[in-house]
């Protein structure tokens, strides 16, 4: 009977250590990683915030490229030449302003000597009307935005990862804990259903059952463990931080008092959506091409100023010689190639306008679907709750029958496995109601950062 006893003691052990780990007044070790430091992280070294850093880079280059047509064009030229065509050896003579009488012999100039030449020359276009750069420009800086509206989109898509790896990461080590005591549990009984065994007050198969029940719950616990070291590894991989592998977390997720407090189940006021402000500034991208195919109609006007330096003895030696001009270039047809640009242009005006408008749709589709999610996971989190409580007294009620012969060891350790399943059911719906609150947050528009007030 002693030893009944003792068993019983070391079940309510079990179930005070489990009551402690989600206590709401245990405080977070100030040393673990905190999500504030995993925000941090992630704005700073995430690949997919790296990359779009690069790709809002990549595309102001190419609003920058499309000036081309706009601002003036500054060239400097040099060369040297040797000739002996007639026309070419007159003109470099006449060039150099060392022509003489002498030069125009016929002889000399139907079998002129070797001429040589330097030349050198300073060039400035200026473009006066080009319609369809100064488009191209209104269309690049549109896609520039849509960019970086886009890019914006990918750091809170980023943040929300980050909160469902990172209380991932803490919910696979609460899970070890939690098991790692049940085991501990387990094992206690089956010892002391061997101890009943020898002293007779169990048959044999009472702790044949009890030690296949703690192999059942170690082998839980192996791949308990093996999860965690992968959901750090995840976590480590999101933050683009290797390190963070090794690093402590907290032990416990936010309580639900904690949660409830962070997380209102009413409806949010609506933010601004970077992915919308993406497609709609890619949709007046996709305008502004239209505009700009349909300006190859148009003439082009541009203008030009040079000087020049021809001499023999080296690049800008000599007298100078300068030349302006403005020219005009009108192609009305340039074998249908304005054709197809007008088309693959209203091709992407259109796919463009599609994908804003499924863009909005589906916006206020997942804005609906995510308020619902975590109006659901609150609840199931309450019934969570009640679950927890129902199953320790369960297991209260069942050792004290036990105790006094009433009940099998088989109900004991079904009474044990149910509450600690419950507590596992727990934090795992604190999980899903952080998660879903994230992604509520994300579909409105608004800050995913705020949820580090469930740490605080």
Known sequence: M??????????????????????????????????????????QSAYSNRMAEGEIQARSGDKTSALAGILPTLRAEGGY???????????TVLRQRAVTPAAFDPAALNHPATQSSYAGGLVVEQPLFNADAWLGRAAASSATAATVAHGRWTWETVRADVVRAYFGAILAG??????????RAAHEHARQAELMVANGMVTRSDALLASVRAGEVDAELATARGARANARRELALLLGAPAIATVALAERLPSPTRIRSVIEPGSLVEGERSDLAAARHAWDAARRDVWRARSRYLPRFNSFARYDWY?????????????????????????????????????REATARARAEAAEHRAMVEMARHQTEVEVAL?????????????????RIVSRKYEGGLA?????????ATETSTELGLSHAQYQVIVAEADRRKAHGLSIASLIALEE
């Open 2 to 43: 002693r030893s009944v006893k003792h068993c019983r003691t070391i079940c309510y052990l079990v179930a005070l250590v489990w009551a402690s780990t989600v206590s709401p007044g245990t405080r977070l070790n100030a040393q673990n990683l905190t999500l504030a430091e995993a925000f941090e992280r992630a704005d």
């Open 81 to 91: 030449a040797k000739t002996t065509d007639p026309l070419g050896a007159f003109g």
């Open 174 to 183: 609460f899970r070890v804990k939690t098991l790692e005591a049940a085991s």
């Open 311 to 347: 001499a023999a003895n080296g690049i800008f030696a000599g007298e100078a010689s300068w030349t302006i001009g403005v020219m005009a270039v009108w192609t009305p047809f340039a074998g249908a190639s304005e054709i197809g640009d007008m088309q693959a242009a209203k091709g």
């Open 379 to 395: 609840a199931r989190l309450a019934i969570a709750e009640r679950a927890v409580e129902q199953s320790r007294d369960a297991h």
């Open 408 to 416: 099998t060891v088989v109900e004991l350790l079904d009474a044990q």
